[in-house]
């Protein structure tokens, strides 16, 4: 006959046997399931790009609101970003 200590001992052995398979397991699905997040969003991409192509869906337009910020696109070429940020804030009147 097993001895009880022996016997509690292997349990929990394979308790943390079972325990560490299921992280395993866990870190596993994460990895797959960030992977088909991003293939995903590349194949939405991809569809919205066929459908423009096909004309089934009108293509984006920017507007010009959304372009024109009065900054011409080398004003803070060279500088620090802590110095554009101020340059831009005084700029746009913060």
């Known amino acids: 006959m097993e001895n009880p200590q022996s016997f509690f001992q292997s349990a929990l052995d ?3 046997e ?3 398979h299921i ?3 866990t870190l596993r699905m994460q990895a797959e399931l960030r992977r088909k997040s991003e ?3 590349i194949l939405l991409g991809t569809r919205r790009a066929l459908l423009v192509q096909l004309g089934k869906l009108a293509p984006e337009k920017s507007s010009p609101e959304d372009n024109a910020t009065g900054i011409s696109k080398n004003a803070f070429k060279g500088m620090a970003p ?3 940020a101020r340059k831009h ?3 746009i009147g913060h």
Do not use: P, Y
């Open 14 to 16: 394979e308790a943390d």
């Open 18 to 20: 079972k325990i560490a």
């Open 23 to 25: 992280d395993s397991e």
């Open 39 to 41: 293939e995903k969003a």
């Open 82 to 84: 802590a110095v554009a």
């Open 89 to 91: 804030l005084q700029e």
